[in-house]
């Protein structure tokens, strides 16, 4: 089993590597399973966790970008329809099909201004009429029409509108529905596509809480932040894929660059069990009349609402503000007017920083969320090149991996082996397609595990498919001991220990934000964060010491950068 330790062993051994990839979120997380699906050796470092940065920041949507069709984005668009409906194929445990509901309060609003803006004419936007949004949903929908993975856009009147929606706000003249999709867990995504990668063979290393400290001739120097020990690599080449960090990744390697610049996006989850109801299974996409869209989506028994966009210079020190709050309230309470939505139904906030490519526009919200790969040629003392990812949208990050990979295989004289266009992902590989399936499924790790049903179907609906191998793990290493967290009765000692043991965790927080949804769905409580540092604490050796540190230190992360306050 690869493991951070497996990759220290190798660092230490060895100080040679084809390609070493910075940044372990998404964009740098699909270029490694790429890389080691051709069979390269590959390294993947990333300061912190895997996925904590911007790709723990989104709006939990895989979406091909209706409102870019409006700068005439049809290229980005058609990219990010097409992998949309693949991850939806590719990872059907975590991505499904989302009904994306807006409402309209005028019908010929928008029209002239919409092909001033097209023309490069203007630069403004005005509110959007139903048959503004007519042109652009069946525009949107002839994207997608020769896959058929989902949908057409419908149109509901008025009184349908408020029958289906009875606390939407009654001046709406009609709604109109479209599909995208929705993204769980998109840290989950992440991790199962680094482990995906690691299952391909040892030619694979991947070590988070890794920093690239320097460069110089043909070696980077690289960081273990855990214990400060120093370790040198000798990359043929680099992929900077460190997201709103890298310009400060490619200053550390010796090259001043001014690749992108910084849009803030924040999120709020709220706990109204009124308005969670009325929407149901419906995702809410409106515009607000400065022009910013404004998404209001389930997740679980709880609502995801967003996003702002603000310039941002620093994503270390990105939190959700309290004149945020304010506007997503003010925004619910615009649609959903007997809403009763309140701050003290906020359960968890959240913060990230889009790394859009450069761009002096204030207005963040009109610069392309398009990427590129830029090469830094071999200079200023540095002997390889340096491919660095700039912009660019999460739901795009394997067509992007793909191009990326292309680059690095003509460099060093490789050619692909294979595609990951219908690769699955994690647990999608053999994801069961039908309810029978799905029983079959169910049964089986039943037979195996001595399981109850209810058990083997939470760890279904967590890890699709991979719910086998976490139960075999469960059964093999904890046995008939295993047994319920006494604070969170939807986990086990034994899940907690897999988690641990096989993704990567070494701090409370890279379980409890990213590995799991208990933060995001207002599941934390003191007894719970003690509970769990007990479990991770046996299985990482912590002293008692560090696991006090280890408490400590999660709490003020939950309070400053969530706007959790534990009582």
């Known amino acids: ?23 372990g979120g998404i964009n740098g997380a699909g270029v490694f399973r790429d890389l080691a699906l051709q069979g390269i050796d590959v390294l993947l470092v990333d300061k912190a966790d895997f996925s904590s940065g911007t790709s723990a920041a989104t709006s939990h949507m ?22 949309r409906n693949l991850l939806i194929e590719n990872a059907p445990h975590y991505v499904q099909p989302l009904p994306t509901t807006i409402p309209i309060f005028k019908m010929y ?23 503004l949004i007519k042109i652009g949903l069946s525009l949107y929908d002839s994207f997608t029409r020769a896959t058929a993975t989902i949908p057409r856009h419908s149109f509901m009147s008025k009184s349908d509108s ?64 855990l214990t400060g020990e120093i370790y040198t690599v000798q990359p043929k080449l680099v992929v900077n894929a460190a997201g709103p960090w890298i310009d400060q990744v490619n200053k550390s390697l010796k090259r001043d660059t001014t690749f992108v610049s910084g849009s803030k996006g924040s999120h709020i989850v709220i706990d109204n069990k009124n308005l969670r109801s009325v929407i149901g299974d419906h995702e809410f996409f409106f515009e607000n009349d400065d022009g910013r869209i404004v998404l209001i989506c389930p997740i679980v028994d709880k609502i995801l609402v967003g996003t702002s966009e603000l310039e941002c210079d620093d994503p270390n020190q990105v939190c959700c503000t309290a004149e ?11 649609m959903f007017p007997q809403a009763n939505v309140s701050r003290d139904q906020i359960v968890f906030s959240f913060s990230g920083v889009r790394p859009l490519i450069f ?22 003392g540095v002997d390889y090149p340096i491919y660095t990812l700039a912009g660019g949208k999460w739901t795009t990050f394997r067509s992007l991996a793909e191009k990326v990979t292309d680059q690095t295989l003509h460099v060093l004289g490789r050619t692909r082996q294979h595609s990951t266009c219908n690769l699955s992902i994690g647990g999608g590989k053999d ?27 939470e760890l279904f609906d967590r890890y699709g498919s991979r719910a086998a191998y976490v139960a075999s793990f469960i059964c093999r290493e904890i046995g008939d001991n295993d047994s319920c967290l006494d604070n969170h009765s939807g986990y086990s000692h034994g899940e907690i220990v897999f988690l641990t043991r096989c993704e990567y965790i070494m701090h409370l927080a890279d379980l409890i934000l990213r590995r799991t949804l208990m933060a995001i769905l207002g599941e934390i409580s003191l007894g719970l964060i003690v509970e769990l540092s007990h479990v991770m604490g046996d299985e990482l050796g912590w002293s008692d010491s560090t696991r006090k540190d280890e408490i400590d230190c999660f709490i003020s992360v939950l309070s400053q950068k969530h706007g959790v306050r534990l009582t």
């Open 359 to 380: 761009s002096q526009s204030s207005d963040r919200g009109n610069v392309s969320r398009d990427h590129r790969v830029l090469l830094l040629t071999p200079g200023d």
């Open 162 to 225: 408020l029958v289906q929606f009875p606390l939407l706000n009654p001046s709406v003249i009609c709604t109109a529905t479209y599909y995208d999709a929705s993204i769980s867990t998109p840290e989950r995504v992440c991790i199962e596509l680094i482990c995906d990668a690691l299952e391909m063979g040892d030619h694979a290393q991947a070590a988070n809480y890794m920093s690239a400290l320097g460069a110089s001739g043909e070696v980077v120097s690289l960081r273990d932040e």
């Open 324 to 334: 945020e709050v304010d506007y997503f309230i003010a925004m619910i309470m615009k």
């Open 62 to 83: 895989a979406h091909g970008g209706l409102r870019y069709l409006e700068n005439g984005d049809f290229r980005l668009v058609r990219e990010a329809i097409r992998e």
């Open 109 to 131: 609003s928008g029209l002239l201004n919409a092909l001033l803006k097209f023309l490069g004419l203007i630069n403004k936007t005005v509110e959007r009429g139903a048959i």
């Open 1 to 23: 089993m690869n493991s951070r330790h497996t990759a220290i062993e190798f660092l230490r051994s060895n100080s040679s590597v084809s390609v070493l990839v910075i940044g």
């Open 431 to 457: 994801y069961p397609k039908n309810i029978e399936e799905e029983k079959l499924f169910l049964d089986s790790i039943i037979l195996k595990t001595g399981f109850d049903s209810n058990r083997a179907k």
